[in-house]
Structure formats: C-alpha cells, structure tokens
C-alpha cells in the first residue's frame, strides 16, 4: 500500500482533507437552553429567548431583527449604537433596559477588521460597552454572562492588521481582568478566538482582491474555512448556564496549527498600485 503525500516543506497540504470534515451548523444545545434570557450582542445577533441587538447601521439591524424573530419566533429589538462613543453607548443601554431589562448575556461581537499597510492605519478604541453594562449589572446585583469574540492575530503576530490586532488584545486583557474582580458579583467573562470564517464583512476587508484565500486554506490543517455556525455553537455554549464554570477563558476556534491571518504578512508584496486598487475594494463594501 501507498501512503498519502506528505506536506509540502511550506506546510501546504495537498490534497486538503476537508471531506473529511464537513461543517456542521445544526443547533449544539438543547431547546430551551436560553429559556426567560436576555441577551445584549453588539455587531448583530442569534435567536435567543429575547435579545437585543445593537450596531451603527440601523436599517441593517432591523432587517437582521426581522429574519432571526422569523426564524426563532423570539422577540428581537434593533438598537442603533456606536461602541466607539461612550454617549452612544450609554444611550443604546437606556434602550435595552426599557425594552428588554437587564441582560443575562452580553456579547461583544462589533468590529473594524481591515487590512492596510501599516503606515497608513490608525488608532482604535477599544469596547466600552463592557464597563458600562457591567456597573449597571452589579448595582442591580444580577449576575450575567459576557463574551467577546476577538481574533487569533490579537495573540499571534500578523501585520497589515495593527488597529483591530491591538484594539482586540485590549479587549482580551480587559476580559481575564474582570474575570478576576467583577466574579465576586456573578459576573463571568470569556473570549472566543475565531480564525478564518468566510464573511462577507470579514472577507470583503481582510482579502477584497481574493488573493490570500486559497493560500489559506492549504495551510489549515483540515482544509477548509470556519463557518459562522461553528462559531455561533461555541459562543452559545460558553454563554449557557452549561458553561457556568467557565470564566477567564480565551478559546481559540480555529484549526490546529493553522496560519489564518498572518499569511497576510505575504502583502509586503505588493505593489501601490494593488494597495490603492484594494483600499477602492474595501472603502466600497456595506453590509457584514
């Protein structure tokens, strides 16, 4: 008998054994998991018991609202928020009280992923909306579950990426912190490392001209992408009353081994002329 072909020395496996994988996005936890919750999810949402979900763009919130009640047959309630203003943010929990209560879950799930050279970027601020649920939570002295999806670049190095890179590893640091402190009045935090998921916001910033995908996807072990509903299952499950235990954690979700994003170190490649091109790209994208 013959055996497989081995990886190529730049680890690029050939043939991907993604048949060997197939995603599956079905439901992970039983009906009712979220029975009688609230969940505040920045970014956008999941069908939840009622939830809330908040972003700038109030018209792409409401047809999302639309299409998870239609799926789930739970309340979904659209709430315009910029995470990058305190104001805002305070605003748009005024709303979540009045229209929902106090939250039992929050997810911070907002983001500004973008690749550009280095010299043009600049400074990120990162999520305030933690500390400002969280006071209000304590003063009520109700106990809640937080989780901030950030990316595996925040912890390994990968240039082109520097403001969401730095904004989230703050975010990271924050997190374990008030694991630390804030547990005392119930409160628990987690993060969730996603690696490469095919989005369309994700993708039409990070690799609008297409040209780090497949390279990608030779170095992932099991070859092929993430899916949002693998990502949706952990974060349900780390938000669930099943995962009470769980607090302080970062969880990487993401093939072992796997490159993802600091591949894009390659574009020191190229060319102005393909950075302006790739700036047009990105600077015309709407929607996530």
């Not at 769980?246 to 081994?257: D, K, L, N």
């Amino acid at each position: 008998s013959t055996f497989p072909p081995a990886p190529s020395p730049l680890g690029i496996l050939d043939p991907p054994p993604a048949k060997f994988f197939p995603a599956n996005e079905g439901s992970m936890l039983v009906p009712g998991t979220y029975k009688d919750k609230v969940a505040f999810i920045t970014g956008g949402g999941m069908g939840l018991e009622k939830c809330v979900i908040a972003s700038r763009k109030l018209d792409v919130l409401k047809k999302t609202a639309e299409e998870i009640t239609a799926q789930t047959g739970n309340k979904v309630h659209a709430v315009q928020c910029d995470v990058r203003d305190p104001k805002s943010i305070e605003a748009a929990v005024d709303q979540l009280v009045e229209v929902a209560g106090l939250p039992d879950v929050v997810i911070n799930n907002a983001a500004g992923n973008f690749i550009s050279p280095s010299e043009k970027h600049c400074p990120e601020r990162p999520a305030f909306i933690t500390l400002e649920l969280g006071k209000r939570l304590i003063l009520a002295e109700k106990g809640a579950a937080f989780l901030a999806i950030t990316t595996i670049y925040a912890e390994n190095v990968s240039g082109f990426v520097i403001p969401s890179a730095a904004a989230k590893s703050g975010v990271e640091t924050l997190c374990m912190s008030l694991a630390a402190v804030w547990v005392r009045y119930g409160l628990r935090f987690n993060v969730i490392q996603p690696g490469p998921i095919r989005t369309k916001g994700a993708f039409s910033r990070l690799d609008p001209a297409g040209m780090f995908e497949k390279a990608m996807i030779g170095r992932i072990p099991v070859g092929r992408l993430g899916t949002p509903g693998e990502i949706a299952n952990l974060a349900a499950y780390l938000c669930s009353d099943y995962a009470c235990w769980v607090s302080g954690a970062v969880r990487e979700c993401v093939s072992v081994c796997c490159a993802s994003f600091n591949l894009l170190c390659c574009v020191c490649q190229v060319t102005k002329e393909q950075w302006a091109m790739m700036e047009t790209m990105i600077r015309g994208t709407k929607g996530s």
